[in-house]
């Protein structure tokens, strides 16, 4: 049996639709074929493990002296390929294992998670993970680098600046300035978050300053995007590796607003059902030629990002010109986008099935590159580098 650790929660604004996903992931693995369990990152950046971990009620008031919890570390040594326990004295070499770990699936939402971090813990401790790699994680995090990418590689995205929280503390005058030279309607969304926390809509100054007194409480780096009068929301997703790829079908999510709040995406009688509480049309009741381009757009961001797993892609369709723009990719969409696959003969225990298979194809693809290179630099040192022999 595969030992597979479910990671969810984390110090991030996402840390409780986080707990929704990881647990969907938990029930949803196949038990024949798997050993899984939940790994809790609690809002303080401490790992448990622990039978109370499987059960939601655990979430509400969570304590970390609760029977049945174990707090954990991960080392980042290869072969070590485990959850261990630390003694009172805190010393490393006294750390005893307590569960091993072959796989990792990441369904944290957000920073330390996300963004790359707990994937980088996992590449130093040669350990499969679901997730895209560093490179892919990071840059899905980050909205502005993100949206750079995506022009470079030629795709339609909508006029934008960026500035930092320091700035506009500082003198907010230049800011609006050059806000008001894309024009309103504007978003304005904090760099590093998603499920439209902190976003805000702007249709004049007073508005912009309110949006942007909001994004500064929740990052140093602040995405000013070009708003549409007439959107039409779009999301498609992917899965595969290297460079195989299966596109989804695509949805529309039905909402009475003009984007999708945390609210609408989360809490609007959803229980613990995640991102297919959602009112959506799936298929998506665009035309066949829209169905292929997004999809098309899909893959090609998948493969440049070298994506892994599930990623979810959003797009805005500008119902007036009928012209598509690439919003954001979702490294680690809520609930895994499963929903979007079901309909296609995937379920969601197949698709997990696909997304483990691809973690430790990748871990092999790694182990086959090779980590060293024969040098007799050290052998010319003999005091430091000023004096290293040319």
Known sequence: MINVGVIFGSRSAEHDVSIITGLQVFENLDKKKYSPFPIYVSKKGEWFIGEPLKNIDTYKSFKEDMNGLTKVILPPVPGMNGLYTLPTSGLFSKAQKVQQLDCVIIAIHGMHGEDGSVQGLLELADIPYSSCSLVGSSVGMD????????????????????????????????????????????????????????????????????????????????????????????????????????TSLCEQPKSWTEFLSFEDKYTRGSGSKGMKSLSRSVPAPITDEMTELIQ????????MLECKGVVRVDYMIDRMTNQVYVGEINTIPGSFAFYLFEPMGIPFSKLLDGIIDNSFKALEQKKASSFAYASDILEKASGGAKIIKK
Request: with cysteine; aromatic share 10%.
């Open 143 to 246: 909205k502005i680098i993100m949206k750079s990418v995506f022009k470079s590689m030629g795709l339609p995205v909508l006029d934008g600046t960026y500035c930092y929280r320091s700035a506009w503390l500082e003198n907010r005058d230049p800011i609006i300035e050059e806000a008001e030279k894309i024009g309103y309607p504007l978003f304005i969304k904090p760099a590093n978050l998603g499920s439209s926390i902190g976003i805000n809509k702007a249709t004049d100054r007073h508005s912009f300053i309110e949006a942007m007194e909001v994004a500064v409480q929740y990052d140093r780096r602040i995405l000013i995007e070009k708003g549409l009068d007439c959107p039409t929301e779009i999301n498609c997703a992917c899965m595969g590796f290297d460079g195989t790829v299966t």
């Open 296 to 303: 098309g757009y899909t893959a090609q961001i998948f493969r």
